[in-house]
Nanobody, 127 residues
Framework: QVQLVESGGGLVQTGGSLRLSCAVS????????MGWFRQAPGKERDFVAG????????DYADSVKGRFTISRDNAKNTVILQMNSLKPEDTAIYYC????????????????????WGQGTQVTVSS
């Protein structure tokens, strides 16, 4: 059974940084694309960043470009989201997602390309 476990969330002041990690077990991690999404209270779940299985294709939401960096370590079955220059509007629950079967070659930006999800980790940015 596939499991995704996020860690690294917390409370940080505006301008601060956090590093989210997602550990994946139960499948061949290197075979699939990975992504991060977030959901703020009362809002839909939105794409944040995505990375192909090789790491050669990466995409970001416009709102986080230049501040967030996604990376993956296929040897450790882990995907990282480094978040810098955080803003109050980044406050949300952040979810890690693994690509559905057959989706591996791109950095997918829509949730329907992902078949597995973690439980989420809370990120709160105070003003």
């Amino acid at each position: 059974q596939v499991q995704l476990v996020e860690s690294g969330g917390g409370l940080v002041q505006t301008g601060g940084s956090l590093r989210l990690s997602c550990a994946v077990s139960g499948r061949t991690f290197s075979s699939y694309a990975m992504g991060w999404f977030r959901q703020a209270p009362g809002k839909e779940r939105d794409f944040v960043a995505g990375i192909s299985r090789s790491g050669g294709s990466i995409d970001y939401a416009d709102s986080v470009k230049g501040r967030f960096t996604i990376s993956r370590d296929n040897a450790k079955n882990t995907v990282i989201l480094q978040m810098n220059s955080l803003k109050p509007e980044d406050t949300a629950i952040y979810y890690c997602a693994a690509g559905a079967s057959g989706y591996y070659s791109s950095a997918y930006v829509t949730s329907d390309r992902y078949g597995y999800w973690g439980q989420g980790t809370q990120v709160t940015v105070s003003s």
